[in-house]
């Protein structure tokens, strides 16, 4: 099975700062099959980015995903009020698909 | 507009067994792979099942293999998992999936979820 290390587990930053999220595979991700979620409290998690760096319908330009083989990248580019959540990644291109644990964005 | 809705969790005890259902509309239901994903409480996201459009490929995690069962019912647009010798460890809230067009790991559309507590 393909895990995912996400880092860093928190990332505390101010309302316009850039976020970047880590993602790491223990091997290769088939075709770069590799995705980003983000979710809410009590809410299901929403997809943002796929393939890794096309953007999901609806979803914000300052949402961007980057990388390949076993290193990817989620980039927030200013952060909004709405975009501190959980972030998690997840690789579908073999299975079992598996998440990564998650990296928290919160408010400084 | 696409709609998931779970049903079926809540408290069963060590050993007992659950069927959760997803109503889906939307969409046309049988032109797409299904999954169950699964959180344990204040954890991430673990992937369940998954279902093909005829139900012809199935495949589970180790996790649940053997005890869990993932089924639809094109004609009702719905999709079940039936959950047998629930175990502790089985504690979360599931979330129903829909696989996109192209990909059946990726995951378009959630639904928000039923939780299940396994407790004595």
């Known amino acids: 099975d393909i895990v995912l290390t996400q880092s860093p587990g928190t990332l505390s930053l101010s309302p316009g700062e850039r976020a970047t999220l880590s993602c790491r595979g223990s091997q290769s991700v088939t075709n770069n099959y590799l995705a980003w979620y983000q979710q809410k409290p009590g809410q299901a998690p929403r997809l943002l980015i796929y393939?890794?760096?096309s953007r999901a319908t609806g979803i914000p330009d300052r949402f961007s995903g980057s990388g390949s083989g076993t290193d990817f990248t989620l980039t927030i580019s200013r952060l909004e009020p709405e975009d501190f959540a959980v972030y998690y990644c997840?690789?579908?291109?073999?299975?079992?698909?598996?998440f990564g644990q998650g990296t928290t964005v919160e408010i400084k | 507009q696409v709609q998931l809705v779970e049903s079926g969790g809540g408290l069963v005890k060590p050993g007992g067994s659950l069927r959760l259902s997803c109503a889906v509309s939307?969409?046309?239901?049988?032109?797409?792979?299904m999954s169950w994903i699964r959180q344990a409480p204040g954890k991430g996201l673990e992937w369940v099942s998954y279902i093909s459009y005829t139900s012809t490929y199935i495949d589970y995690a180790d996790s649940v293999k053997g005890r869990f069962t993932i089924s639809r019912d094109n004609a009702k647009n719905s999709l079940y998992l039936q959950m047998n010798s629930l175990r502790a460890e089985d504690t979360a809230v599931y979330y129903c999936?829909?696989?996109?067009?192209?990909?059946?790991?990726?995951?378009?559309?959630w639904g928000q979820g039923t939780p299940v507590t396994v407790s004595s």
């Open positions: 393939g890794p760096s």
């Open positions: 999936a829909r696989g996109t067009v192209t990909t059946a790991g990726l995951f378009d559309y």
């Open positions: 939307g969409f046309t239901f049988n032109d797409y792979f």
């Open positions: 997840q690789q579908y291109g073999s299975s079992p698909w598996t």
